[in-house]
């Protein structure tokens, strides 16, 4: 079985920034593929960005260059930083690991953009 415990949600302003994380715990390998999706009201969950196990990095068209995914390994923890945030950045972030042929998903974490 494996936890995913995302944090780091909130309010913020046009322009601004936020940094997401997401522990993983249980029966999951340091270098799994993790990643983030979102979901914002009456919109199907999209992928923002993934880190494979092979080191690949893909983002979403629609945050490349302001948002950054990073992990540590040793910590199973994976990160989003979210730079340059729009109000259509709103919604609610996802952290999702694939692990043994299920989909993990964590509970979410709000992320609401507004002046």
């Known amino acids: 079985q494996v936890q995913l415990v995302e944090s780091g949600g909130g309010l913020v302003q046009p322009g601004g920034s936020l940094r997401l994380s997401c522990a993983a715990s249980?029966?999951?390998?340091?270098?799994?593929?993790m990643g983030w999706y979102r979901q914002a009201p009456g919109t199907q969950r999209e992928l923002v960005a993934v880190?494979?196990?092979?080191?690949?990095?893909n983002y979403a068209e629609s945050v490349k260059g302001r948002f950054i995914i990073s992990r540590d390994n040793a910590k199973k923890t994976v990160y989003l930083q979210m730079n340059s945030l729009k109000p259509e950045d709103t919604a609610v972030y996802y952290c999702?690991?694939?692990?043994?042929?299920?989909?993990?998903w964590g509970k979410g974490t709000l992320v609401t953009v507004a002046s």
């Open positions: 999702y690991v694939p692990y043994d042929g299920k989909a993990y």
């Open positions: 249980g029966n999951i390998c340091s270098n799994s593929t």
């Open positions: 880190n494979t196990r092979g080191g690949t990095t």
